[in-house]
């Protein structure tokens, strides 16, 4: 593990930043060198730096999205722009930038545009929450957890104003089935989570990261696992859950009124969702930053080791749900409702038992033992 | 809530394992096999006549078709070898079109100035009669297919640029050196020719020559027509059947037929 947090590395920054503006103009170099200042530039290089690795790695996500189900239809991917395409996102997104926003008439102002805007904004804070190494997160919330999946939770809110304030009543009822399924899903979400919780008596990621040290919870939770998944997907309304956009029939539903910019920032959002989702499924049941015991030491003592094998299990987890995208048809609004509240939700109360019942006997006979069962 | 498992997906929330495990075991199967390489061909780097996808890429179970290989027929961009062509405008006859225009192409003579075919592709239907029309086998059609351009008047190729076509060297069509198989000639009506050397003039392989007819006597009250006494006479090996001849006539003497 290396000793570098985001945090001394930003302050680190800052300083540098300062000392050679001091060194240039050296008059100011003793006020603009004082600790306090430094500190307000550390935060903000802080916030900058996470606000660029989330950006970056959303494109990069959608880079690989791309690429698999370019495999997975017997084709490429993006191919022209970059070395195996990998500006072409870029490329699209400055063209998105460029374009004219129109407004449809009649259209709300406020809540045609701080619709999209809160809705990526809530999204961009999600990575303020998550821990991606030891140290480098924003401070070891207490109730990390909780905190994330509220503002995750704030998304139908925001897509419902944005669809309503369209003046299109079409964008409108696409919203309301969006912030409907976005709401039905939660419930099998927290209650997945729930027993993530139960097993690991802790509401911070770090913590239950640090708990997965002797076996990773998909073991026992497999269960939860499934759960989680399925509905992280109908969350993110990816295929089969996609319903409420269906690319193709409905001329992505709720947000047909948008353009230019104002559709990068829901494309973007979307992405950046799905992001915080892969990271959710590898915080809470692949172990995070850490590796099995049975590794050799080698593997996890260079520098950055953490990062590079989170970031390794969040871009494979993210291509398990290209892979059910690339395999599952749509499914009907009956039959969301029903796997949501038919199957989901007695398999998550199933799971909760489980992870109940293992916290009492403490000892699972496969995985070992529960390392501090407490709560 | 029935029990019973229909084929039709009625039920796909019920039978999770079958609905959701098999087809993804189909696309991870898929994916496996196009990891190594994916069916399509990178168009601007790689391309479908490249030999090297003969084996690689099988469009259809069985032969490729279309991989790897070019067909000696194909039908893109024409070459013009201006060298050899004899501007008898056989090409600009036959376009269905009417994308063939005789230009002047710069030569060695300035008084005898020639003329080739310029093609307007943005007309053209590739439908190959011109290069089939061609008696000096001097107008074919390649391999090429790369056309699109920005702006309309680049689609317009002067000789010039189907020169330069043929002398890429590119597949073509091959070159038909035989004559057309019908057995039509250039016949003349006697009595209505002038002498004028209009077909002899503009023949592109300079096959008719003037020969002299004897001037017939006048017999006291008749007025011999005003002309010149010669003749044309075409030489049927040399002859390519374009016509020309027939066109210039201004007293339409000349005609198509069938010697005995």
């Given at each position: 593990m290396s000793s570098a947090t985001l945090y001394s590395v930003s302050y680190a920054l800052a300083a540098l930043i300062l000392n050679v503006i001091g060194f240039i103009i050296p008059p100011i170099r003793a006020p603009i060198t004082n600790v306090d200042v430094v500190t307000v530039l550390a935060v903000l290089i802080f916030g900058a730096l996470l606000l660029a690795a989330s950006m970056l790695n959303t494109i990069l996500l959608i880079w690989w999205e791309r690429k698999l189900l370019g495999r997975f239809m017997d084709r490429r991917g993006a191919m022209h722009v970059g070395f195996a395409g990998l500006l072409q996102n870029f490329a699209d997104g400055f063209k998105l930038f460029r374009k004219n926003t129109f407004q449809p008439a009649e259209a709300d102002t406020l809540g045609f545009y701080s619709g999209p805007t809160a809705y990526m904004v809530t999204s961009m804070i999600l990575f303020g929450i998550l821990p991606i190494s030891s140290g480098w997160n924003s401070g070891s919330l207490p109730l990390s957890l909780l905190l994330a999946l509220a503002i995750f939770s704030f998304a139908p809110l925001f897509i419902f104003v944005s669809a309503w304030s369209s003046n299109n009543k079409y964008s409108l009822m696409g919203g309301m089935r969006s912030a409907a399924q976005m709401i039905a899903y939660e419930v099998p979400i927290l209650l997945a989570v729930v027993s993530v919780v139960i097993l690991s008596g802790s509401f911070s990621l770090t913590t239950i990261v640090y708990e997965q040290?002797?076996?990773?919870?998909?073991?026992?939770?497999v269960v939860a696992l499934i759960v989680f998944v399925a509905a992280m997907l109908a969350e993110m309304e990816r295929i089969p859950f996609d319903l409420p956009e269906a690319?193709?029939?409905?001329?992505?539903?709720?947000?047909?009124e948008y353009g230019g910019m104002l559709f990068a920032f829901f494309m973007l959002a979307d992405y950046l969702r799905a992001l915080v989702g892969s990271i959710l499924v590898v915080l809470l049941?692949?172990?995070?930053?850490t590796l099995p015991t049975w590794v050799p030491s080698a593997a996890t003592s260079f520098p950055l080791a953490g990062i590079l094998w989170f970031m390794l299990k969040t871009y494979l987890v993210f291509g398990l749900f290209v892979w059910v995208r690339a395999s599952l048809p749509r499914v009907r609004t009956d039959q969301l409702l029903r796997v949501g509240w038919n199957r989901m939700i007695p398999l998550a109360l199933l799971s909760v038992f489980l992870a109940a019942a293992l916290v009492t006997v403490r000892c699972v006979p496969v995985f070992g033992c529960v390392p501090s069962a407490g709560a | 809530m029935t029990e019973a498992k229909t084929s039709d997906g009625e039920n796909a929330a019920d039978n999770p394992i079958l609905y959701v495990a098999r087809p993804m075991a189909t696309a991870a199967r898929q994916f496996a096999k196009s990891l190594?390489?994916?069916?399509t061909i990178v168009y601007p780097y790689e391309r479908l006549e490249d030999p090297r996808f003969r084996d690689q890429v099988a469009v259809e179970p069985g032969r490729p078709i279309g991989v790897g290989q070019v067909w000696d027929n194909y039908r893109g961009v024409h070459a013009l070898n201006i060298a050899t062509c004899i501007s008898c405008n056989l090409c600009a006859f036959s376009c269905p079109d009417i994308c063939i225009e005789m230009v002047t192409v710069p030569g060695d003579d300035p008084k005898h100035p020639k003329k080739c075919p310029q093609i307007d592709y943005g007309k053209c239907s590739y439908c190959g009669f011109c290069s089939d029309a061609c008696p000096e086998g001097c107008l074919t059609m390649t391999t090429r297919y790369e056309l699109s351009t920005p702006h309309r008047a680049e689609m317009v190729y002067s000789p010039q640029k189907l020169n330069e076509v043929f002398r890429s060297k590119l597949p073509m069509n091959p070159i038909r050196l035989e004559l057309p198989e019908n057995e039509d000639r250039i016949l003349l009506d006697p009595p209505l020719c002038i002498g004028c050397n209009a077909c002899a003039r503009d023949c592109p392989t300079q096959c008719i020559t003037m020969l002299d007819v004897p001037r017939p006597d006048a017999k006291p009250g008749e007025k011999l027509p005003k002309r010149i006494w010669k003749e044309p006479v075409v030489n049927d090996s040399d002859c390519v059947r374009c016509g020309t001849c027939i066109s210039v006539c201004p007293k339409e003497c000349l005609f198509w037929g069938s010697r005995p």
């Open positions: 040290q002797n076996y990773w919870f998909w073991g026992p939770l690319e193709a029939e409905l001329v992505e539903g709720w947000n047909t049941f692949l172990g995070g930053w | 190594r390489r994916p069916s």
